[in-house]
Nanobody, 121 residues
Framework: QVQLVESGGGLVQAGGSLRLSCAAS????????MGWFRQAPGKERDFVAA????????DYADSVKGRFTISRDNAKNAVYLQMNSLKAEDTAVYYC??????????????WGQGTQVTVSS
């Protein structure tokens, strides 16, 4: 099991940038696929991005491709989401998640508590 704590959310104007961080505890962090998801008010939680345990593979939702970048630092037990060119529709609670096993968009085992991102237009 991995415990996850997100930070870095906030209020930003459209076109601006934010960098989300996720601090993980657990000795097996470096063997987990890590993902970011988001949930807007009244909507289901959606996949945003994922990164393999080595960092060698990444995957993005079409809505954020070219604007968001996921990265990780296994030495620091951390994963990041750099968000550029933010739009009002990016407003949501963003969750960090960990998955034991193959690189995937689905079936994540552990979740953080979420961090609010609000983009003003």
């Amino acid at each position: 099991q991995v415990q996850l704590v997100e930070s870095g959310g906030g209020l930003v104007q459209a076109g601006g940038s934010l960098r989300l961080s996720c601090a993980a505890s657990g000795r097996t962090f470096s063997r987990h696929t890590m993902g970011w998801f988001r949930q807007a008010p009244g909507k289901e939680r959606d996949f945003v991005a994922a990164i393999s345990w080595s960092g060698g593979s990444t995957d993005y939702a079409d809505s954020v491709k070219g604007r968001f970048t996921i990265s990780r630092d296994n030495a620091k037990n951390a994963v990041y989401l750099q968000m550029n060119s933010l739009k009002a529709e990016d407003t949501a609670v963003y969750y960090c998640a960990a998955r034991w096993g193959a690189f995937s968009r689905n079936e994540y085992d552990d979740w953080g508590q979420g961090t609010q991102v609000t983009v003003s237009s």
